[in-house]
């Protein structure tokens, strides 16, 4: 089955505990992106790749960090998670990009930082 | 810096009700426009995609459309029932030199349909 995961799905963390969440696609996707969403400021993109070692900054990337290593997967690494950065996170990915292609979106991880 | 909201922000109609849900975006160079059905506690489901050559998409009782020049999206939701309750959003999506890549979403119209 075509999908994006992600894990961990829930994740509570203490502030300064570094933790990764994984996102992965068996599409052959070139493209993937992390989003936050949170309630009253929507769905803000936070970083993108267009391809293998090749990303970029979205809107809110203050205080995380990505890799493209492999084109099936996409970390979000939090180094030091703050209490500001308790929220619903999604990995999304699309074929050659969002240019002609709709956007897959994973189901989510809610993460809470106390 | 690209803006898109989302009117209303909520929505109840009688279930069988024609509707529509309105997208504004500020920057009309987008590359595309994609509507998303959102249930509560779940993931985002691609439910339309226009690309900016196109005026709208057709998919069973949902039909979207662009106009580019006025920076406006309708999503047009026929004959609705219950399960089409939900939040929607509309997303729009660049590839100029740039900005390729960006996604910038708007804040969504819960809809409810009551039966």
């Known amino acids: 089955e075509a999908q994006v995961t992600q894990n961990p799905r829930y994740l509570i963390t203490v502030t300064g505990k570094k933790l990764t969440v994984t996102c992965s696609q068996n599409m052959n996707h070139e493209y993937m992106s992390w989003y936050r969403q949170d309630p009253g400021l929507g769905l803000r993109q936070i970083y993108y790749s267009m391809n293998v070692e090749v990303t970029d900054k979205g809107d809110v990337p203050e205080g995380y960090k990505v890799s493209r290593k492999e084109k099936r997967n996409f970390p979000l690494i939090l180094e030091s998670p703050s209490p500001n950065q308790t929220s619903l996170y999604f990995c999304a990915s699309s074929l050659f990009g969002t240019a002609y292609y709709e956007q897959y979106f994973g189901p989510g991880t809610r993460l809470t930082v106390t | ?115």
């Open chain 2, 1 to 115: 810096k690209q803006e898109v909201t989302q009117i209303p922000a909520a929505l109840s109609v009688p279930e069988g009700e024609n509707l529509v849900l309105n997208c504004s975006f500020t920057d009309s160079a987008i590359y595309n426009l994609q509507w998303f059905r959102q249930d509560p506690g779940k993931g985002l489901t691609s439910l339309l995609l226009i690309q900016s050559s196109q005026r709208e998409q057709t998919s069973g009782r949902l039909n979207a459309s662009l106009d580019k020049s006025s920076g406006r999206s309708t999503l047009y939701i026929a004959a609705s029932q219950p399960g089409d309750s939900a939040t929607y959003l509309c997303a729009v999506s660049h590839w100029d030199n740039t900005n390729a890549g960006k996604s910038t979403f708007g804040d969504g119209t819960t809809l409810t349909v009551k039966p």
